[in-house]
C-alpha cells in the first residue's frame, strides 16, 4: 500500500495518524503536588484535619486532596 496520508504526506501505513495515533503532543507535565501558602481569601475547611479556617488564615493547596491550612501546617511560613 503506497498511499500517502493527506495531512502528514507519510505512507499511509508509516504515518501514526493514518494508524490510528492522531493525539502525537505529548503528555503535559504533571502539575505541581503542592502550591505555595498563602493567605485565604475566603473561608474553607482544612482537609487535613477538618477544621474550618477563616480568611487570613495561611492555606496551601494540596493536590488531589485540597486545602491544607496553618492548623496542619507542616513547614509553614511563620
Ligand atoms: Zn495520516
Ligand atoms: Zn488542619
Redesign the pocket.
Known amino acids: 500500500m503506497t498511499a500517502r496520508c493527506e495531512l502528514t504526506e507519510l505512507l499511509a501505513d508509516s504515518c501514526a495518524h493514518c494508524l490510528g495515533h492522531t493525539d502525537p503532543a505529548p503528555d503535559p507535565p504533571p502539575p505541581v503536588n503542592t502550591g505555595r501558602w498563602f493567605h485565604a481569601i475566603y473561608p474553607g475547611v482544612?482537609e487535613?484535619?477538618g477544621?474550618r479556617f477563616t480568611p487570613g488564615t495561611p492555606i496551601r493547596l494540596e493536590i488531589p486532596k485540597g486545602w491544607?491550612?496553618a492548623?496542619?501546617a507542616d513547614g509553614a511560613p511563620s
Open positions: 482544612c487535613v484535619c477544621n491544607r491550612a492548623c496542619c
